[in-house]
């Protein structure tokens, strides 16, 4: 695998899927993230490709304790009075080096896990999701206790998950995305991957800000 990756994504549709081998996964707020552990350092990748290491540096840092040859797929978000605020990671991710490192200070961010697409042993997207989530689970399960570097909550129970929809969207959570067990990880918009969310969101992603003394909170952040 070569920097950048095109990432999976999820098709919108009205209610989650049902029947056998179906998992579903809650869907934080946050900024689409590959992080990449290579033989000497950590680089991070936005949906686009784009390298966000430099914002996100304090996820670079616990990436160094991955094995080299890992990528990991996830979101990165930022949690503030207990909630995760969009608006952090929005700016976080439109932020200067010297301002990155002092918002990473007052709120470190958060890797949302859900996928791995290396291993030090080669390429595993072809393999199935369910084989994926296990081989993703011993990874971030061999982090240092603390790590932000953390697996996305999962079940295969749509009842559950209907309850994470309903109940969870105050926490941060924007919906939630079904996978097929038996999906292989494929670059680009798949039905073996659905999403659910509470409001119509655009995707798009922060390339820079000018204008005034204002934040740049408001534009739009790339989600998944």
Do not use: N
């Not at 430099?54 to 990165?76: I, Q």
């Not at 605020?85 to 949302?112: G, M, N």
């Not at 409001?199 to 739009?220: H, L, N, P, R």
Request: hydrophobic share 45%.
């Amino acid at each position: 695998m070569e920097f950048p990756v095109d990432v999976a994504l999820a098709e919108l549709v009205p209610q989650l899927p049902t029947g056998p081998r179906w998992w579903y996964e809650v869907k934080l707020d946050g900024h689409r993230t590959v992080l990449w552990r290579l033989a000497e350092t950590v680089r991070l990748q936005a949906r686009s490709g784009r390298d966000v290491t430099t914002p996100w540096m304090d996820l670079a840092v616990a990436g160094m304790a991955l094995p080299p040859g890992v990528v990991l797929d996830g979101e990165a978000v930022v949690v503030v009075d207990g909630q995760v605020s969009f608006e952090a990671a929005q700016a976080r991710a439109a932020s200067s080096p010297a301002r990155s490192r002092e918002l990473a200070a007052r709120h470190p961010a958060l890797l949302i896990v859900w996928d791995v697409l290396s291993l030090p042993t080669g390429d595993v997207r072809g393999r199935p999701y369910e084989e994926r989530r296990a081989l993703m689970l011993d990874m971030v399960a061999g982090l240092p206790e603390g790590s932000p570097i953390q697996a996305v909550s999962a079940t295969e129970d749509v009842e559950v998950a209907r309850v994470w929809y309903e109940t969870l969207t105050g926490s941060g959570v924007e919906g939630v995305v079904a996978k097929s067990g038996r999906s292989p990880y494929r670059a680009g918009r798949s039905s073996s991957w659905k999403k659910v969310r509470h409001a119509e969101t655009i995707d798009a992603e922060v390339v820079g800000f000018t204008g005034g003394g204002g934040s740049a909170a408001g534009a739009g952040g790339a989600v998944a």
